[in-house]
């Protein structure tokens, strides 16, 4: 994506660039609505206790396609516009009702074997909410593009559970702070036309906690007005946690892993102050 971007740069002729002088704003707010394509899973039963992966979507009837509302904020508080704080928030809440085809086995958290039977109606819930706060320093900064780079956290309250239909289903829950590292590109390609690109990735792991974060996205953004903009984007976004309930590091219901994974179309509306 970035390599893209580069040569579109390069190759762009500078009549169609931004003739007058461009001014970045100091505030910036967004609302997106996006529509997203899900792959994700979830592990069953403690890690240590050899329980296994299981597709959310094919065996236990979620939805593969989601739509959801973001809200973005963006403040560059100096003089010289290169210091910036970013927030933003968006959640992903899924539940869904399937007849299992095959029998799921598992070990709980007693050490017990369990078997969900084939023919089980079962009702299962994956929800996410995913809180970002960021700083990012602009390293090359003037009138057509801003190059930044910075870190954060993503903050990812997360509830899975699955049981059988009309009874009480066994939930596990856990707050997840992972830092990221970011790298974002701003390019004015004209008065009218603006193209964002951002990258978050990070790993991270420590003792039976292990984490890693990947995202990546590109916006094209329209002026329709002097400070409103109309903007399309595509994203792709994978989140993959390990963690055991014994763990010393954060203090958890989850005992396995869970992977979030998916591809979006979004469309955003964006105003700059």
Do not use: C
């Not at 996006?34 to 890690?47: A, C, K, N, P, Y």
């Not at 396609?65 to 809440?93: C, E, G, P, V």
């Not at 059988?164 to 590292?181: D, H, I, M, Y």
Request: net charge negative; glycine share 8%; no cysteine.
């Amino acid at each position: 994506m970035f390599k893209a971007l580069f040569f579109l740069v390069i190759t762009l002729p500078f009549s169609t660039l931004a003739s007058d002088e461009m001014k970045w704003p100091t505030h910036s707010i967004s609302l997106t609505y996006g529509v997203s394509f899900h792959d994700s899973s979830i592990q069953l039963g403690t890690r240590s206790g050899g329980g296994f992966i299981i597709d959310t979507e094919d065996t236990l009837g979620l939805k593969e396609n989601q739509s959801s509302i973001r809200l973005n904020y963006d403040w560059r508080f100096s003089d010289n516009k290169k210091h910036i704080m970013a927030f933003s928030w968006y959640q992903y809440h899924r539940s869904g009702r399937k007849v299992l085809a095959e029998d799921i086995k598992y070990e709980d958290k007693d050490g017990n074997e369990q078997t969900i039977p084939t023919g089980t109606l079962i009702d299962s819930v994956f929800n996410f909410d995913i809180i970002r706060l960021f700083y990012a320093y602009s390293f090359f900064l003037d009138d057509r593009i801003n190059l930044s780079g910075g870190a954060g956290f993503y903050v990812m309250p997360i509830e899975v559970g699955v049981g059988e239909s009309g009874q009480a289903k066994t939930k596990n829950s856990f707050v997840a702070p992972l830092p990221t590292f970011k790298l974002k590109a701003e390019i004015n390609l004209t008065q009218k036309w603006i193209l964002n690109s951002e990258l978050n990735l990070f790993y991270i792991k420590i003792g039976s906690f292990s984490g890693k974060v990947f995202s990546n996205n590109l916006y094209a953004d329209y002026r329709f007005d002097n400070d409103f903009f109309l903007g399309l984007g595509i994203e792709a976004f994978k989140i993959d946690i390990k963690l055991d309930e014994d763990n010393t590091i954060f203090e958890s219901e989850l005992d396995g892993r869970v992977i979030l994974a998916n591809q979006s179309l979004l469309m955003r509306l964006r105003y700059d102050l």
